[in-house]
């Protein structure tokens, strides 16, 4: 389905928790000289207006990365620093960097990133930002890396993408779940990038709706089994950010969206430790 239009979302909690966590990972990668392939499956436009009437509608980014921004980075917790820190100067401008524009603020020469998209709106504009130089604290600055642009289904691109010339790297999906199919899908997915490029960080973003309870269960557990059990074993975890009572929210609340989890496999190093300790601050922060 491609009725979803992030430009009420971006911003909001959920996305905070994401952009995090991914910071976190390619803060990682970046500690060694070696070279690192990103394969974002769900790349979306890639900056967004925080003046865009549909995000004023909402509300969301206020309530969120605008609400973040205005505390001390001293306060924050090492990971929340570490992406307000890359965030800040495009909110200055009234600007919000979504992932594939801090996939591009992390890459080095000789990273590769790849973008998949397949909403016609969202890649008219993820082309037309990847051309433009980054928002830095110093001013505008080229970057080191220009990013491949797949127009295709994302689920497909999994296997045609999967495994990279470079090996070291992440594959980063977070679905719009508008369709019950995508949580059968992503799992399906992730499981074959899994198999093709088992030295890979992979981090699944999902919703916590009220609606879509057994299906997130369910695609989790097979997920968790399939890291224990399948024929690469590797490590995984979850962190869950709650924002909202679910039992508060009534059918006038909207989608349910009470909150939101990062799935990750092949964590790196203190990346569980760093996760729960920021999902913990931004409950307190924006559980308000």
Not at 59 to 71: M, Q, R, T
Not at 174 to 203: C, F, G, M, Q
Not at 250 to 272: Q, R
Request: hydrophobic share 40%; net charge negative.
């Amino acid at each position: 389905m491609l009725s979803y239009q992030h430009e009420y979302h971006a911003g909001n909690h959920a996305d905070i928790l994401k952009h995090i966590c991914m910071c976190s990972i390619l803060d990682s990668l970046c500690k060694k000289e070696k070279p690192f392939t990103v394969i974002d499956i769900h790349a979306g436009a890639g900056v967004f207006d925080l003046t865009d009437e549909r995000l004023l509608k909402t509300g969301e980014a206020k309530e969120g990365i605008e609400y973040l921004s205005s505390l001390s980075l001293t306060s924050c917790p090492e990971a929340a620093a570490l992406y307000l820190r890359k965030e800040l100067p495009y909110l200055d401008q009234k600007l919000y960097a979504g992932t594939p524009e801090l996939e591009r603020l992390f890459a080095r020469k000789g990273d590769c990133i790849h973008l998949v998209e397949k909403h016609p709106q969202a890649i008219e504009s993820l082309r037309r930002n990847m051309e433009l130089p980054l928002h830095v604290a110093e001013g505008l600055a080229k970057a080191n890396v220009k990013p491949f642009i797949h127009e295709e289904d994302s689920y497909k691109a999994v296997s045609a993408l999967t495994p990279p010339l470079v090996k070291r790297g992440l594959l980063i999906a977070d679905p719009s779940y508008e369709d019950a199919a995508d949580y059968n899908k992503v799992t399906d997915a992730l499981k074959t990038a899994h198999r093709k490029w088992n030295t890979a960080i992979i981090a699944l973003w999902y919703p916590l709706i009220t609606r879509r309870k057994n299906e997130t269960i369910q695609m989790l557990t097979e997920l968790e089994d399939f890291g224990k059990l399948g024929t690469n074993p590797c490590e995984s975890f979850k962190v869950e950010l709650v924002v909202k009572d679910p039992e508060e929210l009534t059918e006038e609340a909207g989608p349910h969206l009470y909150g939101s989890g990062m799935f990750i496999m092949n964590p790196s190093y203190m990346l569980k430790e760093k996760m729960e300790e920021a999902a913990a601050w931004l409950k307190e922060i924006l559980k308000r």
